[in-house]
Nanobody, 121 residues
Framework: QVQLVESGGGLVQAGGSLRLSCTVS????????VGWYRQAPGKQRELVAS?????????NYASSVKGRFIISRDSATNTVFLQMNSLQIEDTAVYYCHANLYSVATFRDYWGQGTQVTVSS
């Protein structure tokens, strides 16, 4: 069994910062990549940022967050962080952690339960 546990969401004023955490645990052989997605009401889920662990930690960002958000990881604890700075009202969404990893003889995708981020004016 694999679990992704997210934390760090909340309410913040525009211009403020939040840091999200996602800890991956369970029967993990190796992690290929971890990403953060978000879904705002009435919109499709979109990729915010990802880190490709098997390529040495290559990071990717959505254009809307580039320069404001930073994805990083602590390999010792299998935790991935999303530092969100200069938050805008448009960043309001449920943020989901996603991992593609090898567990019990197969690669597959796993999702966290989501954490709400609300940015107020």
């Amino acid at each position: 069994q694999v679990q992704l546990v997210e934390s760090g969401g909340g309410l913040v004023q525009a211009g403020g910062s939040l840091r999200l955490s996602c800890t991956v645990s369970g029967r993990i052989v190796s992690i290929n990549a971890v990403g953060w997605y978000r879904q705002a009401p009435g919109k499709q889920r979109e990729l915010v940022a990802s880190i490709i662990i098997t390529s040495g930690g290559t990071t990717n960002y959505a254009s809307s967050v580039k320069g404001r958000f930073i994805i990083s990881r602590d390999s010792a604890t299998n935790t991935v962080f999303l530092q969100m700075n200069s938050l805008q009202i448009e960043d309001t969404a449920v943020y989901y952690c996603h991992a593609n990893l090898y567990s019990v003889a197969t690669f597959r995708d796993y999702w966290g339960q989501g954490t709400q981020v609300t940015v107020s004016s």
